[in-house]
């Protein structure tokens, strides 16, 4: 596949340093190195983990060409076989659902439309927008959803004009986060709700402690800093909305996204192969278990995640504004 399709060449990305995108600080404790130059740093003012030095462009890490997606993800597309990941875009809608009616959905980041079909079955009126042209055309021509290609920024939505706006693992891979979230504030109506999926931050942390330094496989992948360039806790995810005028109003554990399987990159594609059940037993197990914790001890820490849960799902609402 061409660099153009990729978006960069992998061996080679270009680089840059940045501040603290919360913040704007420049004095973060490195927590960690992954590659030969990617550091993640912990923010001494305000706490967020983030990445520098990083990719330019992160939301283009992984696009890929069509025939790619087509191969990897047919028998969903085809209506065949359910997304393995159907039972996290549900809870996703479920969270949201008991806060709002259904109305106008705009998912931004939205993929191959999978979440988009789910929501348009389920009475939501839905709009994507998809920055890899490939992902928008498969998107439209296999289950008809409106789907706009372009980064959010670049798009043309008139302002308030949505009930709710999902952001299904795109807040880490966005690098100016402020602008992003300004954005979509904008584009809600007053009383307008975003939810959010994205990977807990204590989770990533328990697992580089263990890895790196319990078993010293130091050159294992645990951050994905190439792709995820902001890592949230509770707190920080709340002050970032806050720098957008949005306020967290509900943040809890996410069911695990991957419960048996394998995961590979190819071709600039992410690709899901599932393990035979006597395979994956023990790891669907472990993750299960994991989750329940986390669950109970949300239950009784309402507002905290705790370490165990591989994601998190939050919901941020705009103000009503007042006469």
Partial sequence: MSNEARGYDRGRP??????????ESHDGRVLGREGACFRVLRCKSCGLIYVSPRVVDPER???????????AAEEVLNGREPSFRDPNYNEVLDLLERRI??????????????ALRLAQARGWEVVGVEPSRPLAELSREYFGVPVLTGLIEEVDLPNASFDAVLLIDVLEHVKNPRQFLARVERLLRPG???????????????????????LR????????????????????LAAMLETAGLELIDV?????????????????IAKQHAMPWYRGFGLRASRQALYLLAR?????????????ATNMVALARRPTESC
């Fill in 14 to 23: 270009p680089l840059e340093l940045v501040d603290c995108p919360l913040c």
């Fill in 61 to 71: 890490s992984f696009w890929g060409a069509r025939e790619g997606y087509l191969a």
């Fill in 192 to 214: 307008g709700v975003v939810a959010l999926q994205l990977p807990n931050t204590y989770f990533t942390l328990l697992k580089a402690a263990v890895i790196h330094k319990g």
């Fill in 217 to 236: 496989r130091e050159d294992h992948v645990v951050f994905d800093a190439e792709e995820h360039v902001c890592h949230y806790t509770e707190s920080t």
């Fill in 101 to 114: 009616p259904r109305g106008r959905l705009l998912e931004v980041g939205s993929h191959l439309g999978f």
């Fill in 252 to 268: 809890r554990p996410g069911r695990p996204v991957q419960w048996a399987g394998r995961y590979q990159i190819a071709d600039g």
């Fill in 296 to 308: 109970a001890v949300s239950a009784a820490r309402p507002g905290r995640v705790g370490a165990t």
